[in-house]
């Protein structure tokens, strides 16, 4: 029996996604939050959030460390750039929101066997490999030093500590970058920096 917590910001998404898991044999609720902070019960399973629900740090917190859960992610519009972020951040399936009970439950279960589960149009474009991009003005030590960072997932707030400085040094590091790199999220700056040996991971 896999143990499922259930975390949405509204009342009517979690109430609809505790039927969704109700009607499943294998799978058994073992709470339904609004945000992780509220949950005090067992550790569960495998965790299903609604994209509209996660906080900033919400899935570090959830797949960082020893206590890691399998998250199922369901995602209003999920674009190439944030369904890479949240693969790169632990997450184990990432769906449409609009997805069927019947994909939901199979995510769930895929997810607590350790498998990674995607929408076949998500995973179409993950698997195409972009040419590789020149890089324009070069990247300062102090820039290579925060993608490197960004590469480990790390958040704003989390770079600011480690490096000692105020996080809106950090999001003017960022956003120099991205132009730089021409890169239009972080994911993929990481990306680019990655395929020109920029970064190592």
């Known amino acids: 029996m896999t143990r499922v917590l259930v975390i949405a910001s509204s009342a009517i998404v979690r109430a609809g996604l505790e039927s969704v898991l109700r009607s499943a044999n294998s799978v058994e609720i073992a709470g339904s939050v609004a ?3 509220e949950y005090a019960g067992e550790e569960p399973d495998v965790v299903l959030v609604d994209s509209e629900s996660v906080a900033d740090d919400t ?3 959830l797949t960082g460390g020893e206590a890691a859960y399998p998250v199922v992610l369901l995602a209003e519009e999920a674009r190439l750039p944030e369904i890479a972020e949240a693969l790169r951040s632990g997450v184990r399936a990432v769906l449409p929101r609009q997805s069927s009970p019947a994909q939901i439950v199979a995510a769930v279960e895929a997810a607590s066997a350790g498998l990674i589960v995607l929408h076949p149009a998500d995973l179409d474009a993950l698997l195409i490999n972009p040419p590789a991009r020149p890089i324009g003005e ?3 030590p102090r820039e290579v030093e925060v993608l490197g960072m960004l590469a480990e997932g790390q958040s704003n707030k989390a770079i600011a500590h480690r490096l000692n400085i105020s996080e809106h040094t950090v999001k003017f590091h960022v956003t120099s970058i991205l132009g730089k790199l021409n890169a239009g999220s ?5 990306m680019i920096g990655i395929r ?3 970064i190592m991971i």
């Open 138 to 140: 070069p990247l300062t």
């Open 59 to 61: 899935l570090t917190e």
């Open 196 to 198: 020109q040996g920029v």
């Open 35 to 37: 945000g992780w902070s």
């Open 186 to 190: 972080r994911t993929e700056a990481v």
